[in-house]
Structure formats: C-alpha cells, structure tokens
C-alpha cells in the first residue's frame, strides 16, 4: 500500500497562500493523487486529484514532483472556511486510504 | 449535486444490541463505501460494494457485516456492538471504480455503553 506522511498542523494567515506538503515515496506509477479535505462536523470533501503533471481547479491547485514521490496542494488565498483538515491520499489498488492529514489553522 | 445521506447524526447503543447505519446517495453511483474515524488513525475502510448484492472487505471488516440489496443504499450491522466500536462512521459513494472521486455523508457518531 502507499504510504503518505503530512505534518500534523500549519498555520496561516488569511488572504496569504497556503503551501501543503505531502509525501508518497510509495506510490506506483499509475497511482493518481487525490486530495480531500474535512471540515468541521462534516464528511471529507474532494478537492483535486493529479497523476504527473499540475492541476488546477477552483479550489486550489496541485503541483507534482517530477518523481511522483511528494506533491503540494495549493490554496492560493486561504480564507477562515478553508481551515480543516486536509488529507492527501493516493488512489492505490481497490481502496482509497486515509492517513492522519494535515489540520489547518488561518488566522484573521 | 451528489447527496449521500446518513439516516442518523448521533447514535447511542448498549453493548450486544444489534446496529444497522443507513447510508443512501441520490446519483446513481455504482460504488459505495464505509469508514470509520478515529482520533489519531485517520479513516479506516470497513467495506465497499462495486455493485448491487456484490461486498468487497477492507482494511477492517471484523465486527462488521454489510448490506446492498438496491443501488442507492448500503447498509452497515453491528451484529453484537463493542464498546470499541464507538466511532465516527461515514459513508461514501463514487461513479467510477478507477479513479474514485468519493462523495462522503456527514456521517454517524455512534456510542457503545
């Protein structure tokens, strides 16, 4: 299985962008990265996903290392409802697996 | 948009009772999903189900059986609930088995006493 490592907290002001890193040595070459995010008393949500190269969308943007082995969901002006915790999960196999992720602070 | 309910927000049982959680989408999607949440380990896959009467184990299956005898909805049974199951649950759905883009409900807090 594909094995991620997130820190376990950051913190951010408001309006300025949020850089979230995430590591996954593990993953197979056909294994696409997705991104979710949790908020407050609610089932996670997804974000993006990416197989090699960037990503855009409207909620943020995801680069990938040339090597797949880490990748960084971009937020490009955090806002206080993005604070949650976001998880980064590698599409392996039959399942999607969910580590700890990273939870979010902005402040005002 | 995609809507995956969950029949109960809170839920409270004693040890040995039986425990159905109810989980239905509105899309039509194929694949549907149940985890569980828990302080420190993240999300942890029970069971999965590609298709109608068709259940696939997780990372975490025992203690747990599932049902899905109509496309919309999968159900989760405790057969005889433990103390350590009290957890978050939350089901999820998806259209397409490859890449996964997963709808989650709001999910089910349930306590074992």
């Known amino acids: 299985d594909a094995k991620t490592t997130q820190p376990n907290s950051m913190e951010s002001n408001e309006e300025e962008p949020v850089h979230l890193p995430c590591n996954h040595s593990t993953i197979s070459g056909t294994d696409y990265i997705h991104w979710y995010r949790q908020l407050p008393s609610q089932g996670p949500e997804y974000v993006i996903h990416g197989l090699t190269s960037n990503v855009n969308n409207r909620m943020a943007s995801l680069a990938i290392a040339e090597d797949r082995k880490s990748s960084t969901l971009i937020l490009h002006r955090a806002t206080l409802r993005d604070a949650a915790v976001y998880y980064c999960v590698p599409n392996a196999g039959n399942m999607l697996t969910f580590g700890g992720g990273t939870r979010l602070m902005v402040k005002p | 948009d995609v809507k995956v309910t969950q029949s109960s927000r809170y839920l409270v049982k004693r040890t040995g009772e039986k425990v159905f959680l109810e989980c239905v989408q509105d899309?039509?999607?194929?694949?549907m999903f149940w985890y569980r949440q828990d302080p420190g380990l993240g999300l942890r896959l029970i069971y999965f189900?590609?298709?109608?009467?068709?259940?696939e184990k997780g990372d975490i299956p025992e203690g747990y059986s599932v049902s899905r005898e109509k496309k919309e909805r999968f159900s989760l049974i405790l057969e005889s609930a433990s103390t350590n199951q009290t957890s978050m649950y939350l089901c999820?759905?998806?259209?397409?088995?490859?890449?996964?883009?997963?709808?989650f409900g709001s999910g089910t807090q349930l306590s074992v006493l």
């Open positions: 189900s590609y298709d109608v009467k068709m259940k």
């Open positions: 899309m039509d999607h194929e694949n």
């Open positions: 999820a759905s998806s259209s397409d088995r490859v890449l996964k883009k997963l709808f």
